[in-house]
C-alpha cells in the first residue's frame, strides 16, 4: 500500500511572519492526520526558521525546498545547494513548469537535479505535465521525459523518487483535470516505468497530481487508486482549504 503524501508549494509567497503564522495553523489543524505524508516547502529563506517551529514529535508533517542548483558549493550567485538543505529540508521539488518557463530549466537540469538530491539522501519530487490540453499528443513528452530519467539514475535510487504529475494547462488556472485523466496518464507512467525498472518498482513509486487542487475537487484525485496524493500551490496557502484537503485525503487513507 503505497502511503498518501500532500505537498503544499507555497511558491513565492509569504512574508516570515506570514509563514510563521500559517505553519503554526498548519501544525494545530493538521497533526491529527497521521495517515498521511505533508511536506511543507516554504519559500528557501524560510526553510531553517521554519525547521526550529516545527516541533519533533510531528513526524508525518516535513520540509521540502522548492528548487535546489546541482552544484554543491561555488561560485554560483544567488543558488542554494543541497549541503545547505541536508539538515533542514527532507524533499525538493525539481523541474517544476514555473521553473523551466520563466528561468529556462531543461530536462537535463532536472535529471542532474535530482542526482544531487538523492546523492544526498533527499527526497526529489519531481514534476511533469503536458503545456497544453488540445494537444494531447504532447504528453508524449512527458514519458520521453520519463524514460531520460529513469536511463540516468541509479537503479537502487529508482524507488526513492516521487512523480507529480503536473498539467501545466491546470496549474493556477481553477481548470483541474479530470480524476479519470489524471489516473489514465498517471498508470502510463507506470507502464513506462515498468519497463524502464521494473513492475515492483512502477508499483512502488509514489505518483501525485498536481494543478488547482481545492477541497471541492479532492475526491476526484483521491478516488483514483493510481493517484497517490496531491501537490497543491494555491489552496496550500489558505488554512481551511488545505485543511479539508488533508482531512479528506486522511479519511480515505
Ligand atoms: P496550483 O499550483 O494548485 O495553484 O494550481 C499547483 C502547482 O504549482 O503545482
Not at 525547521?51 to 544567488?78: M, P
Not at 503536458?130 to 499528443?137: A, C, G, P, V
Not at 475537487?217 to 484537503?245: C, H, M, W, Y
Amino acid at each position: 500500500m503505497r502511503r498518501p503524501i500532500i505537498v503544499a508549494n507555497w511558491k513565492m509567497n509569504t512574508t516570515l511572519a506570514e509563514a510563521e503564522i500559517l505553519l503554526t495553523a498548519y501544525k494545530n489543524q493538521l497533526r491529527h492526520y497521521k495517515n498521511i505524508d505533508i511536506v511543507v516547502c516554504p519559500p528557501c529563506i524560510w526553510l531553517a526558521p521554519m525547521a526550529e517551529n516545527l516541533s519533533r514529535n510531528l513526524i508525518h508533517l516535513k520540509l521540502g525546498a522548492q528548487n535546489v542548483y546541482f552544484e554543491d558549493k561555488g561560485a554560483y550567485t544567488g543558488e542554494i545547494s543541497v549541503r545547505m538543505l541536508k539538515n533542514i529540508a527532507q524533499y525538493v521539488i525539481i523541474g517544476h513548469s514555473e521553473r523551466r518557463k520563466y528561468f529556462n530549466e531543461t530536462i537535463i537540469d532536472t535529471v542532474k537535479k535530482i542526482n544531487t538530491v538523492l546523492n544526498a539522501g533527499l527526497t526529489p519530487i519531481v514534476c511533469l505535465g503536458e503545456q497544453s490540453k488540445m494537444m494531447r499528443s504532447r504528453r508524449n513528452l512527458i514519458f520521453k521525459e520519463l524514460e531520460i530519467i529513469f536511463k540516468h539514475i541509479k537503479n537502487t535510487d529508482f524507488e526513492k523518487i516521487i512523480i507529480a504529475y503536473e498539467p501545466v494547462w491546470a496549474i493556477g488556472t481553477g481548470r483541474a483535470a479530470t480524476g479519470a485523466y489524471s489516473a489514465e496518464v498517471i498508470s502510463k507512467m507506470r507502464e513506462i516505468i515498468a519497463q524502464q525498472a521494473s513492475e515492483k518498482i512502477a508499483q512502488n513509486i509514489r505518483i501525485l497530481y498536481g494543478g488547482s487542487v481545492e477541497s471541492k475537487n479532492i475526491s476526484e484525485f483521491i478516488g483514483q487508486p493510481a493517484i497517490d496524493g496531491v501537490l497543491v500551490g494555491g489552496a496550500s496557502l489558505k488554512i481551511r482549504e488545505f485543511t479539508k484537503i488533508c482531512e479528506i485525503i486522511n479519511h480515505r487513507a
